[in-house]
């Protein structure tokens, strides 16, 4: 004879679960050569760390239950970033605390949790505004120049390649600031679709003169609301 799980949002669907209690944001860092990790090995790696670490996440209903995890906004594969977030369902309590603690020693070095924090109302992702990126350019000639006339223009478009298809991407409308200092580039992104990423920057800067010959390296160094042209924690 079939049972149901009493207290679950749906007792009558296949294989029900515990309810979620809890909700916690969880800050995440990529670092050194972790930057080249995949948003899917991530994946992975972070539900390793769950098992390992034993919190009570919750569970899906239905024939193939999944974790309650939430990704919002992943860098992409081969950018370092000390801003990234997902938010967990929990079947009990816990301290938040502890859950950072047990999920950054269970995952290698490079996969960092930055923090944990009780979930408050609202949707996350619409907290994520915009990015500040930290762009290192090695050995580019004429950036200053080149952000000069990229900042006068009214709109800067690349091509990228998306599942869609070649797409022109409008660089200029969303960045908020770009600043050149020495062969580096600070710039804050809007969070837009689709997303304008760190190579969209430097392919834009080449249109104006930058001469880039050699590897760039992203950090994203904050992700969150935009407030009078500064990207903010969305967890404080």
Not at 18 to 32: D, F, N, S, T
Not at 57 to 82: C, D, L, Q, R, V
Request: hydrophobic fraction near 40%.
């Amino acid at each position: 004879m079939s049972t149901t799980l009493e207290g679950t949002p749906n007792p009558e669907a296949p294989n029900p679960q515990l309810p979620i209690v809890q909700k916690l944001r969880v800050r995440y860092a990529k670092r050194g050569r972790l930057r080249f990790t995949s948003h899917r090995d991530f994946g992975r790696a972070f539900e390793r760390a769950v098992r390992r670490a034993k919190v009570p996440i919750g569970y899906s209903s239905g024939f193939t239950p999944h974790p309650k995890i939430s990704y919002a906004n992943a860098a992409p594969t081969g950018a370092a970033s000390e801003a990234e977030f997902l938010e967990i369902g929990l079947t009990r309590e816990c301290d938040p605390d502890a859950v950072r603690e047990g999920l950054d020693a269970a995952l290698p070095p490079g996969l960092d949790i930055v923090a944990v924090v009780p979930a408050t109302p609202g949707t996350f992702a619409d907290r994520l505004e915009a990015s500040r990126w930290r762009i290192e350019i090695p050995g580019a000639t004429g950036l200053e120049d080149a952000a000069t006339g990229f900042l006068a223009a009214p709109a800067v478009t690349v091509e990228r390649m998306t599942k869609r298809g070649l797409r022109d991407i409008d660089v200029r409308g969303a960045v908020d600031t770009l600043v050149v200092h020495g062969d580096r580039v600070d710039v804050v992104v809007r969070s837009m679709i689709p997303t304008v990423r760190p190579d969209d920057v430097v392919g834009a800067l080449r249109q104006f003169g930058a001469v880039v010959s050699g590897a760039t390296i992203a950090t994203r160094i904050e992700q969150g609301p935009l407030v009078d042209g500064v990207v903010v924690d969305p967890l404080t």
